[in-house]
């Protein structure tokens, strides 16, 4: 997203500026708003930037949002009221651009066919494999779209994911490899 409002003296003409990152600051919480968990819709604006110096009304600020849904429709839903974004403050230029880079791995009859199997076959090597849906994103987005049944997450367990403490548990290796080995024997 690329705001582009009119700069100015932030003291001396204050009032003829516009500020792109008060605009950008409002359609940041406008986005977020639309974060809908029941839906397995978020919206995240994780990285901003703007504004040259603390004495000018800044004329420019972007930020970079991400989009995660469980279903076409909602892609679709969502890409229609992004794209058709208005600003809130007269005198700015909103501009967004971008799109979905990879469609949602939807819950399909023949992934859960392929995950009873999955379950079956971490059961007979010693462990419980839940069924989870996440806003995860992976190659498998694009098999599963073409019809493959895909599951994804199946490797070693672990914490952190994204974040400076992130780990797999080492201990799970020999285990997660013998469940993916019994898998494969099932199909």
């Known amino acids: 997203m690329k705001v582009k409002g009119k700069s100015s003296h932030a003291g001396a003409h204050h009032e003829e500026g516009i500020s792109a990152i ?3 600051a409002h359609q940041i919480i ?6 809908d968990y029941e839906k ?12 040259r110096r603390s004495n ?34 007269p005198g700015i230029e909103l501009e967004v651009e971008g799109g979905m880079n990879r469609p949602p791995m939807e819950r399909t009859k023949t992934n859960v066919e392929l995950f009873h199997k999955a379950r079956e076959a971490a059961l007979e090597t010693g462990f419980q494999l839940e069924e989870s849906q996440v806003g995860g994103a992976s190659d498998g987005n694009f098999t599963a779209a073409l019809g493959v049944p895909t599951l994804d997450g199946l490797g070693v367990p672990g914490e952190g994911p994204h974040a400076e403490y992130e780990h797999i548990l080492i201990n799970e290796l020999p285990r997660r490899t013998a469940f993916i080995a019994n898998l494969i024997k099932k199909m």
């Open 56 to 89: 000018i009304v800044p004329d420019y600020a972007e930020a970079t949002v991400d989009l995660r849904v469980k279903t076409m429709d909602e892609a679709y839903r969502m890409g229609q009221i992004l794209t058709t974004l208005k600003p809130f403050t």
């Open 40 to 51: 397995g819709t978020t919206v995240n604006t994780g990285v901003i930037s703007g504004g």
């Open 22 to 24: 008060k605009e950008l």
């Open 30 to 35: 406008h986005l977020e708003n639309m974060t």
